[in-house]
Nanobody, 121 residues
């Protein structure tokens, strides 16, 4: 069994910051990539940022220069530092981890339950 658990959401004013964390645990052989996605009401889920085990990152254009993703491989944990937040960043943020559970298995995606981030004055 694999668990993916996010934390760190909340309410912040425009221009403020939030830091999200996501930890994967359980039957993990290795994690290939981790990332953050978000879904606002009536919108489709969209990519925010991803990072490989080796530290290669990818960001949505809408968050470049404001958000920073990082990974702690020893802790199977990914972080999302969100600065200069805007009301349009309001969404449920979901963590994704692509995990191999055995030496011979292919990576498969696991999702967290989501954490709400609200940017409002």
């Amino acid at each position: 069994q694999v668990q993916v658990v996010e934390s760190g959401g909340g309410l912040v004013q425009p221009g403020g910051s939030l830091r999200l964390s996501c930890a994967a645990s359980g039957s993990i052989f290795t994690i290939t990539t981790m990332g953050w996605y978000r879904q606002a009401p009536e919108n489709a889920r969209e990519l925010v940022a991803t990072i490989t085990r080796g530290g290669l990152t990818n960001y949505a254009d809408s968050v470049k220069g404001r958000f920073t993703i990082s990974i702690d491989n020893a802790k199977n944990t990914v972080y999302l530092q969100m600065d200069s937040l805007k009301p349009e960043d309001t969404a449920v943020y979901y963590c994704n981890a692509n995990i191999r559970t055995t030496f011979s298995s292919l990576p498969r995606p696991y999702w967290g339950q989501g954490t709400q981030a609200t940017v409002s004055s």
